[in-house]
């Protein structure tokens, strides 16, 4: 484990977030309401596929909403997370579901039926 893993709470508490849950969505809002249109595009698609996600609202703590971006090393929110991976963000997420990846993915996953 590398040293900025052991002395960030936040980085420690999303690490445990992603490995304890299949899917994670850190997005600004809630599930049912969204605080951003690159979350609820992100919540549609998710929702469209019938994946059980947990939505984590980043806007509930500062230091979350900056440690998501230094602990994926990704500058936006949303940020989708499958089984502990880091998937990525709005336009990606869009993209692999648009080009039927997303869908094989969490399919292969076992995340979701065909």
Request: with cysteine; charged share 20%.
């Amino acid at each position: 484990m590398s040293e900025a893993a052991t002395t960030n709470p936040v980085h420690d508490w999303i690490a445990k977030s992603v490995s304890e849950n299949a899917v994670v969505l850190f997005m600004k809002g809630e599930p049912e309401q969204p605080r951003c249109g690159f979350s609820a595009v992100s919540v549609q698609i998710l929702d469209h596929l019938g994946v059980d996600f947990v939505g984590v609202d980043v806007l509930q703590s500062e230091p979350l909403r900056e440690g998501i971006k230094t602990y994926s090393d990704w500058p936006t929110i949303p940020q989708l997370y499958v089984k502990g991976e880091f998937v990525g963000g709005c336009d990606i997420i869009k993209e692999m579901f648009q080009s039927g990846e997303l869908k094989t993915m969490l399919t292969e996953q076992g995340l979701i039926t065909a």
